[in-house]
């Protein structure tokens, strides 16, 4: 059962992504350029599920993956009848194992598999009071596992707090879109998963400042052109989401 911190923490999350007017169709618009109805997507990191419902909204087949315990119990409770949305509660990783869980019980959306990026977060000072004050050890999946069990995703959303690198190292050729999370305190991470992307084929580039849901290039981007983005970006700007399609 949820104890206190927690409920404050899924509460807190709870008002966060579903409680700002307009930000369900500002989500189905962007993600519509990835997925139709009848695609499959991936949401790794589903969190309080408000992803699942945008990609419900454009048709998708969703399979939905959380490792925190009381946020699947949530997920299942609103979405577990849905016969087009898939939970698996289980992380996400480089190869099929247990992966140990670092948990914020009143901060659940920075809940993490990497005690690296606690340290590296731990340099801006919005992170600097946050406590990681419980362990547990769960599954972990590879993209490829999903994909053997689900089918080719045509669009992949990774959001798992520092862990994305080790998310993409378990993919072995490239999907057609996806997106991952970037915070410049931490900007290394999101340098790495730009160099696997670009190891598993050609994409060009796009992103956005944390739940804006608006693409801040006009025109898309090469991998280089991305780099110097994130570096370029200064500490006190926040997180967002960077977006990549497979170029023809």
């Not at 949820?2 to 899924?10: A, I, M, R, T």
């Not at 707090?161 to 970037?182: C, D, H, I, R, T």
Request: aromatic share 12%.
């Amino acid at each position: 059962m949820p104890n206190l911190k927690e409920y404050y923490g899924v509460t807190r999350s709870l008002i966060m992504y579903y409680g700002i007017p307009f930000r369900r169709k500002k989500m189905v618009d962007l993600y519509g350029a990835f997925v139709s109805s009848g695609g499959t997507v991936f949401d790794c990191g589903s969190h309080v599920g408000n992803r699942i419902r945008a990609f419900r909204d454009l048709g998708a087949q969703v399979i939905g993956i959380e490792p925190q315990d009381h946020l699947m119990k949530l997920l299942q409770r609103w979405y577990g009848n849905d016969p087009h949305v898939v939970l698996e509660q289980c992380g996400v990783g480089s190869k099929p194992g247990l992966g140990t869980m670092l948990t914020s019980s009143k901060t659940p959306t920075v809940t993490t598999f990497s005690a690296e990026w606690i340290d590296l977060v731990r340099k801006d000072k919005r992170f600097q009071n946050i406590n990681w004050d419980d362990t547990a050890e769960v599954p972990l999946k590879t993209l490829d596992q999903l994909i053997a069990q689900h089918g080719i995703p045509d669009f992949c959303k990774i959001d798992v707090e520092g862990f994305e690198y080790e998310v993409l190292q378990g993919l072995s050729y490239p999907l057609k879109a996806l997106s991952f999370e970037y915070i410049p305190v931490a900007r290394s991470e999101a340098l790495r998963c730009l160099d696997y992307l670009d190891g598993l084929g050609s994409y060009s580039y796009n992103w956005s400042l944390v739940e804006t849901m608006k693409f801040q290039e006009e025109d898309w981007v090469c991998s280089g052109r991305m780099k110097t983005i994130l570096n370029d970006m200064p500490i006190e700007q926040g997180s967002g989401d960077i977006y990549a399609k497979l170029l023809p």
